[in-house]
């Protein structure tokens, strides 16, 4: 446990929380979820669970008509055809993530992660006996091919994508994707594919997952959930898709941790997947909207720069011109009314994570404190 890392970010937001509490006017754009409620169909299918007597265990796997629905709305989403068997529901994408490297890592493995990562990639990596190996990213954030390429060695296990990215938004492309198939497509390697804001993008583009092209879809796990999509963080349901040999194992594993996913929230996750009454298109493109303001804010304030971000609810914000601590940078902010994500947080130094995943007006004057602190720095 002397391995794990504490939480950065934590310690950022308990400053700001703090603040609050004490009256303070001070803006958050640190939010990992939406912001948006819980759509009502959803909650209404929860509600009838309830009164149904669906409060019992279900199978450790998922009940199978959510299992179903995974499928369905998976071929929708990405064209590829899987069978129930192959899905794992699990009480969060997180653990699916868990599930799926505590089967494939033995001590001694190495499990390549991009850099600019989310926070709990390798720390996953250390407890299931795992070494995370660190590759950065290309100057745009996308992936650098040849990078990976020399970072593989023989105890090289796996690889975690994420696309869309977070912190960066970015999206990665068919070409990436089969670039880095071509690389690993010989080699025992496994990709965990994690796509949980992939129903987030923005002008008109789509995430195209590695596990479509040729001789990747029974090397790759595909991980997704409710979370992001449906405004249901609190729910807790993701789930992976799989070999179903290996997707098998994890299934043991889960046995002996969570059992299975909370039965209530199966219900509202199928009835998440089966239904639309409009309301993921409207927070989509909600954030669409958000995304262009901040943009257009950012963009005005000297000395800052970030990658424009195709997909999630992040701009990850270049300030290396003003700090060498990504940390120090954002307690300062905290006293300036902003709370704000460091980069060192998700191994990148110099930068800075903006979720947009708030109010318009909370944004904009996020960014007006933003620019504030700025300016007060350069006429220093």
């Known amino acids: 446990m002397r391995e794990i890392s504490p939480s950065t970010t934590l310690k950022v937001l308990e400053n700001a929380f703090k603040k609050r509490a004490e009256g303070k006017d001070i803006s958050i754009l640190a939010a990992g979820e939406p912001d948006f409620d ?11 669970a309830i009164k149904e007597g669906k409060t019992k ?15 369905g709305w998976t071929e929708q989403r990405i064209g590829i055809n ?8 699990s009480s969060g ?41 660190f590759v950065d990213s290309a100057e745009d954030f996308h992936l650098d091919i040849d990078a990976i390429g020399r970072s593989i060695t023989g105890r090289t296990r796996a690889i975690i994508l994420n696309s869309p990215n977070n912190p960066t938004g970015v999206v990665y492309t068919r070409e990436e994707m ?33 596990a479509k092209v040729k001789g990747m879809r029974d090397k790759t796990f595909v991980v997704n959930g409710v979370s992001k999509s449906f405004a249901m963080t609190g729910w807790r349901i993701g789930w992976v898709l799989g070999p179903e040999r290996i997707i098998k194992l994890a299934k043991s594993i889960q046995s002996h941790t969570t059992s299975c996913p909370s039965s209530i929230s199966q219900y509202a996750a199928l009835a998440a997947l089966t239904k639309d009454d409009g309301s993921v298109e409207r927070m989509r493109a909600t954030f669409e909207k958000r995304r262009n303001r901040c943009i257009e804010l950012l963009s005005e304030i000297p000395g800052i720069s970030f990658p424009r971000p195709d997909g999630a609810f992040y701009l990850f914000l270049d300030v290396s ?13 905290v006293d300036h009314d902003l709370a704000i994500i460091p980069g060192i947080a998700f191994g990148k130094e110099g930068y800075l994570r903006l979720s947009y995943a708030s109010s318009l007006e909370e944004i904009e004057k996020g960014i007006r404190h933003l620019k504030e602190f700025i300016e007060g720095l350069r006429e220093k």
């Open 38 to 48: 819980t759509p009502d169909y959803i909650k209404e299918a929860a509600i009838r």
């Open 321 to 333: 011109r003003y700090t060498h601590s990504s940390f120090g940078f954002a307690t300062e902010l």
């Open 57 to 71: 265990y279900t199978p450790v796997a998922g009940i199978p008509e959510l299992r179903r629905a995974i499928v």
């Open 93 to 133: 994408a997180k653990q699916s993530i868990f599930n799926v490297l505590f089967t494939l890592i033995e001590k001694g493995d190495e499990v390549i992660i991009i850099t600019p990562y989310w926070v709990s990639y390798p720390e996953m990596v250390r407890l299931a006996g795992g070494s995370p190996v």
């Open 178 to 210: 089969e670039e880095l198939a071509g690389l690993l497509r010989e080699k025992e390697i496994y990709v965990i594919s994690d796509e949980i804001y992939d129903c987030l993008v923005y002008e008109g583009k789509k995430n195209y997952s590695i």
């Open 82 to 89: 899987y069978s129930p068997d192959a899905v794992l529901v």
